[in-house]
């Protein structure tokens, strides 16, 4: 089974603070992504990436980056955080063959205070 | 317009009938199509992916497609209260890595 997993289940932050999450997937996957999932938005995509060192932004890419130093780690970092960015936030990995379904982790909700 | 769009529900239907949940895409060259369930405070989980036009079974669950309407759904039969959760359908855009996720239509299955 493919499993995803991501550093926090919950986290608590100051504004302006430096933020780290982590997701780590065992599947030798090639594709990364990171989501945010607000009530009646959905899920939006932030970042993603389709191979070490290798990053493309997605729909709301404003006021977060990332990191994909090893195939099996993407990281996203909220340089100064703010209260808008309390949200649900969800890592996915993909792999290229066969088909392209996406495997999430359990998220980490963020909230800034 | 929405790139991908789910009626947002909910959608009540009592144990043992067909739920019928249904999405719109607008990218005409999309060709992979997911439908994830989301459990409250859980994260989505993959239940089934269609390719190609027509109808795609798997225990309970059909898929179908329809290329030329732009139209994916899903059928749940002999629905059950466990079936309870939100149901987010996912379309690959052209090109291929970026996935569009709807809303998702949350299900009710009252016992």
């Known amino acids: 089974d493919v499993k995803v997993t991501q550093s926090s289940r919950y986290l608590v932050k100051r504004t302006g603070e430096k933020v780290f999450l982590e997701c780590v997937q065992d599947?030798?996957?090639?594709?990364m992504f990171w989501y945010r999932q607000d009530p009646g938005l959905g899920l939006r995509l932030i970042y993603f990436s389709y191979d070490v060192k290798m990053k493309e932004k997605g729909d709301i890419p404003e006021g977060y980056s990332v990191s994909r130093e090893k195939k099996e780690r993407f990281s996203l970092i909220l340089e100064s955080a703010s209260t808008n960015q309390t949200s649900m936030y969800l890592c996915?990995?993909?792999?290229?063959?066969?088909?392209?379904?996406?495997?999430f982790g359990p998220g980490t909700r963020l909230t800034v205070t | 317009q929405k790139e991908v769009e789910q009626n947002s529900g909910p959608l009540s239907v009592p144990e043992g009938a067909i739920a019928s949940l249904n999405c719109t895409y607008s990218d005409r060259g999309s060709q992979s199509f997911f439908w994830y369930r989301q459990y409250s405070g859980k994260s989505p989980e993959l239940i089934m992916f269609?390719?190609?036009?027509g109808d795609k079974e798997d225990g309970r669950f059909t898929a179908q497609l329809n290329k030329a309407s732009q139209y994916v759904s899903l059928l749940i039969r002999d629905s059950q209260p466990s079936d309870s959760a939100t149901y987010l359908c996912a379309v690959e855009g052209t090109g291929g890595f970026k996935t569009i996720f709807g809303a998702g239509t949350r299900l009710f299955v009252k016992a």
């Open positions: 996915a990995s993909s792999g290229i063959a066969g088909g392209r379904e996406q495997y």
């Open positions: 269609i390719y190609s036009n």
């Open positions: 599947m030798d996957h090639e594709n």
